[in-house]
């Protein structure tokens, strides 16, 4: 008499694996912000600031702190949810802004 076990159930996947090709992605961002930053930064320190050069900076600088803060919740495990509403943020959101922390209803922030 053969006796069939059940087959046991698979694995969860570690923590991450479905956003792993995010984290790549606001990996190159985020060194390529920095890289842009600098550039904006060398712009501006000349003997007459340049304005667009400063905003440019202190826009690459909340980017890079918005893709710090994303790559946080993918290693926290609560990346793709809604910072507002606790609601799945859409893939095509997050292939369009992958650094997004709100779904498309919620309110975005002020930028």
């Known amino acids: 008499m053969s006796v069939t076990l ?9 923590p991450g694996t479905r956003w792993e090709p995010f984290r790549h992605l606001l990996t190159d961002q985020r060194a ?4 842009q930053r600098e550039l904006a930064l060398s712009e501006a320190a000349t003997a007459v600031p ?3 050069a400063v905003r440019r900076a202190a826009t690459l ?4 702190e918005e893709i710090d803060a994303a790559l946080q919740r993918i290693a926290d495990g609560s990346y793709g ?3 507002d509403c606790h609601g799945d943020i859409s ?3 997050l292939e369009f802004r992958p650094h997004a922390a709100t779904c498309v209803a919620c ?5």
């Open 91 to 93: 893939s095509e959101r």
């Open 81 to 83: 949810v809604c910072t």
């Open 32 to 35: 390529d912000c920095l890289r």
């Open 6 to 14: 059940p087959s046991p159930a698979p694995a969860p996947a570690a």
């Open 50 to 52: 340049d304005p667009v």
């Open 61 to 64: 600088q909340r980017t890079v």
């Open 107 to 111: 309110p975005q922030p002020a930028s």
